[in-house]
């Protein structure tokens, strides 16, 4: 039983449309249970067993998951970290006593990608966050006043949008978000038809590598003796070797159809539609025949450019709205650390540590926090090490 916040009711006048189909909390499940062309039902736990989905998936939740977010508090010089505030405890932390910040948004963000939306409660104490709790998205219903002003109904009790962590997929009308489920489930039901249609075809391990045709009519206990003994040489580590029996019989060597041999083809198009369709690089969905090392190093780039920002985006504004007032909006802020995403080799980050040192953009004490090394006495001046008179000037 969750400590939730006082009832918020919507004005009377501004009442929501609840007929409207998108309002209703059964929609998206029932557009994303639907048969697709393939045939193959698409759910959640179908999805998430096809490899390309789940790999697709578990990369941006899990980055979204890792990635530490801090609070920044806005000075005359810039900015500067405010670990001490509880809203900054919260999103880098412990979301709850039994689940961590990183936990809380991988599952929110998890419902977000295959469904189209993922919620949470914040729940309130005197107006000031104190906790928060994942939730279950079919235990949420969105309904929108006229205004187009959102409001949450969580166990018969409506919430602002300032108590509810709302992420979105990308939506046609702002209301209801086109999660995997919706908007890729024929691509999705093709990768699961492939990779069902592959385990059929190597199940038994016993393809022959060429076919008998026996003269004449086979009374059962023969036929059944010549497949005994077909299956004995030509099964398990005895695979494509020909089969020897005792009736005239005439082999005629087997080849793979046109449809059997572009199997790879085939599994390598639909793993590249998962990668449209989520914005994750292929190379990281680990199809690497198009891969090289310098691309696939900007392919990493690109996958916290284009796939990855947009998630942390919706986090740190779902942040703002829910965990800080009004007033504070204007003085603090969220922002993830992707530093670790952009990490390059040792020779690559020496590189540009030495251009930043020669610059005077870096310290050297600034340059080992980086590398996890402590500090040292006296490098906290941004000194030139690559001339014999630098500048001395105290980084404070």
């Given at each position: 039983m969750w400590p939730f916040s006082k009832k918020e009711a919507p004005p009377?006048?501004?009442?929501?449309?609840?007929?409207?189909?998108?309002?209703?909390?059964?929609?998206?499940?029932?557009?994303?249970?639907?048969?697709?062309?393939?045939?193959?039902?698409?759910?959640?736990?179908?999805?998430?067993?096809?490899?390309?989905?789940?790999?697709?998936?578990?990369?941006?939740?899990?980055?979204?998951?890792?990635?530490?977010?801090?609070?920044?508090?806005?000075?005359?010089?810039?900015k500067e970290p405010a670990p001490d505030a509880t809203a900054a405890f919260l999103a880098h932390k412990d979301a709850n006593d039994w689940q961590s910040a990183g936990k809380v948004r991988e599952l929110v963000t998890t419902d977000a990608l295959l469904h189209g939306d993922g919620f949470a409660f914040v729940n309130k104490v005197s107006d000031r966050p104190v906790e928060i709790l994942y939730l279950p998205r079919h235990k949420?219903?969105?309904?929108?006043?006229?205004?187009?002003?959102?409001r949450y109904r969580v166990s018969d009790q409506h919430y602002r949008p300032d108590s509810i962590i709302h992420i979105q997929a990308p939506s046609l009308d702002g209301?209801?978000?086109?999660?995997?489920?919706?908007?890729?489930?024929?691509?999705?039901g093709l990768a699961i038809l492939l990779e069902r249609?592959?385990?059929?075809?190597?199940?038994?391990?016993?393809?022959?590598?060429?076919?008998?045709?026996?003269?004449?009519?086979?009374?059962?206990?023969?036929?059944?003796?010549?497949?005994?003994?077909?299956?004995?040489?030509?099964?398990?580590?005895?695979?494509?070797s020909v089969?020897?029996?005792?009736?005239?019989?005439?082999?005629?060597?087997?080849?793979?159809?046109?449809?059997?041999s572009q199997q790879l083809e085939q599994r390598n198009f639909a793993i590249a539609e998962i990668a449209r369709l989520t914005r994750v690089p292929v190379t990281m969905l680990q199809e690497l025949s198009?891969?090289?090392?310098?691309?696939?190093?900007?392919?990493?780039?690109?996958f916290l450019q284009l796939c990855l920002l947009p998630w942390l985006r919706a986090w740190t504004d779902a942040y703002r709205r829910t965990l800080l007032t009004k007033e504070e909006r204007a003085d603090y802020s969220f922002e993830f650390t992707v530093d670790?995403?952009?990490?390059?080799?040792?020779?690559?980050?020496?590189?540009?540590?030495?251009?930043?040192?020669?610059?005077?953009?870096?310290?050297?004490?600034?340059?080992?926090?980086?590398e996890n090394l402590p500090t040292l006495e006296g490098g906290d001046t941004l000194d030139n090490p690559y001339t014999s008179t630098g500048q001395q000037t105290t980084h404070e």
């Amino acid at each position: 039983m969750w400590p939730f916040s006082k009832k918020e009711a919507p004005p009377p006048e501004a009442k929501a449309d609840l007929n409207d189909p998108s309002m209703s909390p059964w929609s998206s499940i029932a557009s994303s249970i639907l048969p697709t062309p393939s045939g193959v039902l698409v759910t959640a736990s179908t999805a998430m067993a096809c490899a390309p989905v789940n790999a697709a998936v578990s990369l941006i939740t899990g980055a979204v998951g890792t990635l530490p977010c801090k609070l920044y508090r806005t000075t005359r010089e810039g900015k500067e970290p405010a670990p001490d505030a509880t809203a900054a405890f919260l999103a880098h932390k412990d979301a709850n006593d039994w689940q961590s910040a990183g936990k809380v948004r991988e599952l929110v963000t998890t419902d977000a990608l295959l469904h189209g939306d993922g919620f949470a409660f914040v729940n309130k104490v005197s107006d000031r966050p104190v906790e928060i709790l994942y939730l279950p998205r079919h235990k949420v219903t969105v309904e929108y006043l006229d205004s187009g002003e959102p409001r949450y109904r969580v166990s018969d009790q409506h919430y602002r949008p300032d108590s509810i962590i709302h992420i979105q997929a990308p939506s046609l009308d702002g209301k209801t978000g086109l999660g995997l489920l919706r908007s890729g489930r024929d691509a999705i039901g093709l990768a699961i038809l492939l990779e069902r249609t592959s385990a059929r075809l190597f199940r038994n391990n016993s393809r022959p590598g060429g076919l008998l045709s026996i003269k004449g009519n086979l009374k059962p206990a023969a036929a059944k003796h010549i497949l005994e003994m077909w299956n004995a040489t030509n099964g398990g580590d005895n695979v494509g070797s020909v089969a020897i029996v005792d009736n005239d019989a005439r082999y005629t060597s087997a080849a793979f159809n046109s449809v059997d041999s572009q199997q790879l083809e085939q599994r390598n198009f639909a793993i590249a539609e998962i990668a449209r369709l989520t914005r994750v690089p292929v190379t990281m969905l680990q199809e690497l025949s198009g891969g090289t090392y310098a691309n696939s190093e900007q392919q990493a780039l690109q996958f916290l450019q284009l796939c990855l920002l947009p998630w942390l985006r919706a986090w740190t504004d779902a942040y703002r709205r829910t965990l800080l007032t009004k007033e504070e909006r204007a003085d603090y802020s969220f922002e993830f650390t992707v530093d670790d995403l952009l990490r390059a080799d040792t020779a690559t980050r020496a590189e540009a540590y030495a251009k930043f040192r020669s610059m005077g953009v870096m310290t050297s004490n600034e340059v080992r926090r980086l590398e996890n090394l402590p500090t040292l006495e006296g490098g906290d001046t941004l000194d030139n090490p690559y001339t014999s008179t630098g500048q001395q000037t105290t980084h404070e």
